[in-house]
């Protein structure tokens, strides 16, 4: 199966930012959706965030609303995602999607069918 390239995480301190950048380039045909998930070691994927491609809204788990903020850069074919005033349980290792998803439920990982090779995003006190 096909892989998304991410980029960006690393450690930084609370009160810090960091910004995780997905490239879709190859998939646009494919997809309508992009979304960012969390996954601890053990643990289920949780949404942190998602965005339709064609525009039409945009979606944040509870943990990242008002906090982080997603967007397409349509130019580079890439789906960023700004996380401001980061808390040391952000702590996780973050991974982007992209498929093709319904009217609902974007920010669950049924429906996506190219995953990322995730990123370590750890933040401390």
């Known amino acids: 199966q096909a892989q998304l390239r991410q980029s960006g995480g690393g450690s930084v301190q609370a009160g810090g930012s960091l910004r995780l950048s997905c490239s879709t380039s190859?998939?646009?045909?494919?997809?309508?959706?992009v979304a960012w998930f969390r996954q601890g070691s053990g643990m289920e994927r949780v949404g942190v965030a998602a965005i339709r491609t064609g525009g039409g809204g945009e979606w944040y788990g509870d943990a990242g609303k008002g906090r982080f903020t997603i967007a397409q850069d349509k130019a580079r074919n890439t789906i960023n995602l700004q996380m401001n005033r980061l808390k040391p349980e952000d702590t996780d290792m973050y991974f982007c999607?992209?498929?093709?998803?319904?009217?609902?439920?974007?920010?669950?990982?049924?429906?996506?069918?190219?995953w990322g090779q995730g990123t370590q995003v750890t933040v401390s006190l």
């Open positions: 190859g998939f646009e045909s494919s997809i309508n959706a």
């Open positions: 999607a992209a498929g093709l998803k319904g009217d609902s439920g974007l920010l669950t990982s049924d429906g996506y069918t190219y």
